[in-house]
């Protein structure tokens, strides 16, 4: 085998010194990034760490909360239920002021007398005429008229003449000595409410009123207000049937038979 001789001899320790060389680079670059991973598990274990805080106070946060809306629920409720006894309470309270405003509210007054002339009476289905008296009577209201200053309000009780001073509209007069012009135009009064009352009278019913305050039942009650109007001698008759209130101590009392 031919051999180089020109070349110098391969050195052993060089050879070794380059190893080694390489392997404390190697060693440096491993322990560079170890330190930056262990740098770097830190920073993560921080994260972790505050990330797990952050739950734990949420948690609570949350916990609070539902205990929070839990006992306004209740309290909620309680108050719900409260208003709904004073609601029941408030509809009975209501409900005894309509009663007692449809007996002693109705409104009472006296109508004009007026003569009434019947015609004819219409026919009616059944063994017994209609003997129910019924009438219609108009209502209106007018608006109070509001005087203004330096004006006066004069009524007259001919209509003619009315219209004759309101067409010659300016005259003068005398006041106190005071020749003064005075303009004279109509008046116009205005319609307040209009409205219909149908009243009928019936022909088998009555109203019986102040009826004394006895301590027996309701059904006793009824029974003693037949016995006494379905006697002939005090101009009854046959009861068909008899509605009593005690508390406004009167009874309707309606008969089988008109008269």
């Not at 219609?136 to 509001?146: A, E, G, L, N």
Request: hydrophobic share 35%; charged share 30%; with cysteine.
């Amino acid at each position: 085998v031919p051999m180089d001789l020109s070349s110098p001899p391969y050195s052993l320790k060089d050879n070794g010194f380059e190893r080694l060389e390489q392997a404390e680079k190697t060693k440096a670059d491993l322990q560079l990034s170890k330190a930056i991973a262990d740098e770097e598990y830190v920073k993560i274990l921080r994260e972790v760490t505050e990330l797990n805080g952050a739950q734990e106070e949420l948690n609570k946060e949350s916990a609070m909360s539902n205990a929070a809306y839990e006992a306004e629920l209740c309290v909620l409720n309680q108050e719900n239920a409260e208003l709904k006894r004073e609601i029941e309470k408030l509809k009975e309270e209501l409900s005894e002021c309509c009663s007692a405003l449809s007996q002693d509210g109705k409104i009472k007054k006296k109508v004009a007398e007026m003569k009434v002339v019947f015609t004819n009476m219409e026919d009616t289905e059944g063994d017994f005429p209609d003997m129910n008296t019924r009438c219609v009577f108009s209502v209106t209201t007018r608006i109070p008229f509001k005087l203004n200053q330096n004006h006066a309000l004069l009524t007259l009780e001919d209509e003619e003449v009315a219209q004759r001073l309101t067409k010659m509209g300016k005259h003068t007069v005398n006041l106190d000595g005071t020749t003064a012009d005075v303009k004279v135009v109509p008046l116009t009064v205005g319609m307040g409410v209009k409205f219909e009352l149908h009243v009928t009278i019936s022909g088998k019913k009555i109203s019986v009123s102040e009826i004394p305050e006895l301590p027996i039942p309701d059904e006793w009650m009824r029974d003693k207000l037949e016995l006494n109007f379905y006697k002939s001698e005090h101009g009854g008759g046959e009861v068909e049937n008899i509605k009593y209130d005690r508390r406004s101590r009167t009874a309707v009392i309606t008969f089988t038979r008109p008269g």
